[in-house]
């Protein structure tokens, strides 16, 4: 388990900053999300998921501290109590209490009461079922599931879960597209499933994904101000993380409205060319 320190680093410019990381053989949890914080100014960690399928790996994540729900909560809920608090946090089938999230995951079977769950957001219950039965859903055999910062993650994650706004999540993509050579990226959307559907399909498909909250996210406590969803697997982390840092010392900064500025540099007019300051001459 690793730990952020914030020591003299947080001293230095983007681009010595980032020079300093790239230095190294290969970037720890920790740098990546102290790379991300002082970067792009994520307001909370990014959440590593694991998914178990076997006991022994349950097992031997239970040596570690973590916590568990007094409630079932929703699976949206074990990735907020992770992101905003920094805790670690696991759940077996009858501590998830989102109907949702246990088909997605194979703890629950197609039923109607699925189908009438998401009545009101379709036409009529049959276009209710085909929606329902087009969500991806993981492989069978699913133990049980873990969600922590990453810097804590007790485990090996299977995929990362960021919650930004909605141009931290356009850097997040141009970066992945860059280190992964993948373009373009085409988004999946799930009806009523944004965070359990979103982690499903990039754990399936091995691929970022970006989701919108569901309607009842910000009346639940899961978001703050409307934030969007961005899900990264794994073994794709760290070359994204990279890619931030190589291009913060090409440009000079990681922002993309004007070169050489910190993430979000001016938040009016970026481009007006009146808005330019130079050093006296005198």
Same mark, same amino acid.
């Given at each position: 388990?690793?730990?952020?320190?914030?020591?003299?680093?947080?001293?230095?410019?983007?681009? =010595?900053f980032?020079?300093?990381?790239?230095?190294?053989?290969?970037?720890?949890?920790?740098?990546?999300?102290? &790379?991300?914080?002082? /970067? @792009?100014?994520?307001?909370?960690?990014?959440?590593?998921?694991?998914?178990?399928?076997?006991?022994? =790996?349950?097992?031997?994540f239970?040596?570690?501290?973590?916590?568990?729900?007094?409630h079932?909560?929703?699976?949206?809920?074990?990735s907020? *109590?992770?992101?905003?608090?920094?805790?670690?946090?696991?759940?077996?089938?009858?501590?998830? #209490?989102?109907?949702?999230?246990?088909?997605?995951?194979?703890?629950?079977?197609?039923?109607?009461?699925?189908?009438?769950s998401?009545?009101?957001?379709?036409?009529?219950?049959?276009? &209710?079922?085909? !929606? %329902?039965?087009?969500?991806p859903r /993981?492989?069978?055999?699913?133990?049980?599931?873990?969600?922590?910062?990453l810097?804590?993650?007790? !485990? =090996?994650p299977?995929?990362?879960?960021?919650?930004?706004? %909605?141009l931290?999540?356009y850097h997040?993509?141009?970066?992945?597209?860059?280190?992964?050579?993948?373009?373009?990226?085409?988004?999946?959307?799930?009806?009523?499933?944004? *965070?359990?559907?979103? &982690? %499903?399909?990039?754990? *399936?498909?091995?691929r970022?994904?970006?989701?919108?909250?569901?309607?009842?996210?910000?009346?639940?406590?899961?978001? =703050?101000?409307?934030?969007?969803?961005?899900?990264?697997p794994?073994?794709?982390?760290?070359?994204?993380?990279?890619?931030? @840092?190589?291009r913060? %010392?090409?440009?000079?900064?990681?922002?993309f409205?004007?070169? #050489?500025?910190?993430?979000?540099?001016?938040?009016?007019?970026?481009?007006?060319?009146?808005?330019?300051?130079?050093?006296?001459?005198?």
């Amino acid at each position: 388990m690793e730990k952020v320190c914030f020591d003299s680093e947080t001293l230095l410019d983007d681009v =010595e900053f980032s020079k300093k990381l790239l230095s190294k053989d290969g970037l720890s949890r920790a740098d990546m999300v102290f &790379a991300l914080r002082n /970067l @792009l100014r994520l307001k909370y960690y990014p959440v590593a998921v694991k998914y178990f399928y076997s006991e022994e =790996e349950v097992e031997e994540f239970r040596k570690n501290k973590y916590k568990i729900g007094i409630h079932p909560f929703t699976f949206c809920h074990f990735s907020a *109590v992770s992101r905003q608090r920094g805790e670690i946090v696991f759940s077996r089938r009858e501590n998830l #209490g989102c109907s949702n999230a246990r088909y997605l995951f194979g703890w629950k079977d197609f039923d109607e009461n699925e189908i009438k769950s998401h009545k009101k957001y379709t036409r009529d219950l049959e276009q &209710a079922e085909r !929606f %329902v039965k087009t969500k991806p859903r /993981l492989p069978e055999g699913l133990k049980a599931l873990a969600t922590a910062p990453l810097h804590k993650a007790p !485990f =090996e994650p299977d995929l990362i879960h960021i919650i930004c706004d %909605v141009l931290q999540s356009y850097h997040l993509y141009n970066d992945y597209a860059s280190a992964m050579d993948v373009h373009p990226i085409q988004p999946n959307f799930m009806m009523n499933s944004a *965070v359990c559907g979103g &982690a %499903v399909w990039t754990y *399936v498909n091995k691929r970022i994904n970006i989701v919108p909250m569901c309607s009842g996210s910000y009346t639940a406590g899961k978001t =703050e101000q409307g934030e969007i969803n961005v899900f990264i697997p794994w073994e794709h982390f760290e070359p994204t993380v990279r890619r931030l @840092l190589e291009r913060t %010392v090409r440009d000079g900064g990681p922002s993309f409205p004007r070169t #050489g500025e910190t993430y979000p540099g001016f938040d009016l007019c970026k481009l007006c060319n009146f808005l330019i300051f130079k050093e006296p001459k005198c």
